[in-house]
């Protein structure tokens, strides 16, 4: 039991959990959604005065504040209590091909050279932090959802405007990681 | 306290998020290279049963814990707001190497530079909130 706790799990498990997540927010009326968090983060700070957008009763969604406060405490728990120390299994082909973008062997869960402080200390690495995290806000309100609403609760509704969504997930993933890593990194 | 389940299954979420390793750079690099099976496998998985799942709630009207019937409401028709806004949402991905959820979980696992990701994440949303209406749709 120990050792199934504290070692990485299947893909095949992780995905029964995550589709369980799913149909137990049906069960209780609220739909499996992660960034509509960030929409209301922005109208509960009071901005839906000035923008339309923003302007709707946020406290509907605070069910879903709670859990993204839970998510938080569950990556802790992960790390404190769950986690061996192992680096990610990495398939070898991957740490070769980011070799040569620069990108030293994995030995924790994230590379060093883009999450440590002296990275985020430096332009270069402020400004991947920051235009990353910006596209992903400003992409999943415009697509109508992230990889929740769409990859997973869209798909599995069958729905067409999620398949698309989810088409220009990739588009823009194989850009990223084919055109413009071989430029800045 | 009725939020507490809310909280709890978030607690999940972010457990499942870091055992799956789906909270990793280096995991969503592999994906985007197609060169590990792992996550297509977890979203897979998830897909399918969710698909059989939803399936089986809509043919037998099945109710939520308030007893409303669970209804999927379809989402709005169009090509280029999802193509567009998609790909914008996936150059964000393989860059950080992270969508919405798995950000504040890293933030949890101690990666507390993803804080800077999230916030822009953030700032992204309120912008797209300004100029929506000068999008196409």
Known sequence: MIEFLTQPWSWWFSGIVIVSIMFFLLYFGKSFGFSSNLRTICSASGVGKKVKYFDFNWKRQAWNLVFLVGAVIGGFIANQFMSNGDPVLLSEATISDLSALGFSRPNSIQPEELFGWEALLTLKGFLILAIGGFLVGFGARYAGGCTSGHAISGLADLQIPSLIAVIGFFIGGLIMTFVIFPLIF | ?137
């Not at chain 2, 897979?44 to 698909?51: M, R």
Request: with cysteine; net charge positive.
């Open chain 2, 1 to 137: 306290m009725k939020f507490i389940k809310f909280l709890l299954v978030g607690v999940v979420f972010g457990i499942v998020m870091a055992k799956s390793e789906a909270l990793s750079w280096f995991r969503i690099q592999e994906m985007f290279r197609f060169q590990s099976f792992h996550m297509y496998g977890i979203i897979g998985t998830a897909v399918v049963l969710g698909a059989l799942g939803v399936a089986v709630i809509k043919k037998l009207k099945m109710h939520d814990n308030e007893g409303n019937q669970i209804i999927f409401y379809p989402k709005a028709k169009s090509v280029v707001r999802y193509i567009i806004g998609g790909l914008i949402f996936g150059l964000g991905w393989a860059l950080s190497g992270a969508c919405p959820g798995p950000m504040v979980v890293n933030i949890g696992y101690g990666y507390l530079t993803m804080t800077v990701v999230f916030f822009f994440a953030i700032v992204g949303t309120f912008v797209y909130g300004v100029i929506k209406d000068k999008l196409p749709h």
